[in-house]
C-alpha cells in the first residue's frame, strides 16, 4: 500500500508546482520537501525528473487521448460520409477537456501545464506527447480540416493555436475572472456556463474571413 501513496504524492506536489513556477524553476529539492517524501523515491518510482513531468502530463493526457477517441468514434458512426460540424466538433473537444480534470477538481493546473507544454516544452516532452497522443491529435486536425474547408492549411494552424491558447488562458484564470465577473457584474457562473459563452467566440474565430492578404493570394492562383 505504500508505493501507491508515495508515487501519488510525489504526482501530486509536482504537478502543483509545475504549474506555479515552472518546469525549469522547480528542482526535485522543491518537490520531495513538500512532498515529504525523499529523493532515492522520486528516483525508484520515476528515475529522473524528464520522465516525473512525462508523468504529471500522462496522468490528464492518457485518459484525454482515451476520451476524444470515444468521442470521434460516436462522431464518425454519427455524420459517417458527411464532415462533422464545427461546432459539434469543438463541443466534443470541450467536453473530453472538462471531463478529465473534473475527476480531481484540478481544471487549473491542468490548463497551466497545457499552457506549459507550449511555452517551456522541453525537446523530451514534445517528443513523449508526439509519440504518445500523436495519432489522437492528428485524427481531430483530420477533422477540422473536413470541418473548416476554405482554410489554407498554415491560416488552419494559426487559428487552432489561437483557440487554444485563449481557452488556455481564460481556464487557467478561471479563480479571477470568475471573481471578477461576481464584484463587477453580480454574475455567479460555473465551468460548464463559461463554456458556453467561449464556444461561440472559439468557433467564429475558426470561421472568420480570411485576412485580405490571404485572399488576394488565393484569388491569384484561380
Not at 11 to 18: I, K, N, P, R
Not at 47 to 59: D, E, N, P, T, Y
Not at 119 to 133: F, K, S
Not at 174 to 183: E, K, Q
Request: with cysteine; glycine share 4%; charged share 25%.
Amino acid at each position: 500500500m505504500a508505493r501507491p501513496d508515495t508515487v501519488t504524492r510525489i504526482l501530486d506536489t509536482a504537478e502543483v508546482l509545475f504549474a506555479e513556477k515552472g518546469f525549469a524553476e522547480t528542482s526535485l529539492r522543491n518537490i520531495t520537501t513538500r512532498a515529504k517524501v525523499n529523493l532515492a523515491a522520486v528516483n525508484y518510482h520515476f528515475g529522473s525528473k524528464k520522465a516525473l513531468i512525462q508523468a504529471v502530463f500522462a496522468r490528464y493526457l492518457d485518459p484525454f487521448a482515451e476520451r476524444l477517441n470515444l468521442a470521434l468514434d460516436g462522431l464518425e458512426a454519427r455524420y459517417r460520409e458527411t464532415r462533422v460540424p464545427l461546432e459539434v466538433l469543438l463541443e466534443q473537444l470541450a467536453t473530453s477537456v472538462l471531463e478529465v480534470p473534473a475527476e480531481r477538481n484540478s481544471l487549473k493546473v491542468f490548463m497551466k501545464l497545457l499552457g506549459l507544454a507550449y511555452t517551456q516544452a522541453q525537446g523530451h516532452l514534445r517528443r513523449y506527447i508526439q509519440e504518445h497522443y500523436g495519432d489522437t491529435f492528428h485524427r481531430f486536425v483530420v477533422c477540422l480540416r473536413l470541418a473548416t474547408p476554405d482554410l489554407p492549411d498554415a491560416e488552419r494552424f494559426w487559428r487552432l493555436h489561437f483557440m487554444l491558447g485563449t481557452v488556455v488562458f481564460t481556464l487557467s484564470g478561471l479563480d479571477a475572472l470568475r471573481d471578477i465577473a461576481d464584484s463587477e457584474y453580480q454574475e455567479h457562473m460555473s465551468v460548464r456556463e463559461l463554456i458556453r459563452h467561449l464556444r461561440p467566440v472559439v468557433v467564429a474565430g475558426m470561421q472568420a474571413p480570411l485576412p485580405e492578404s490571404l485572399e488576394k493570394v488565393g484569388s491569384a492562383v484561380e
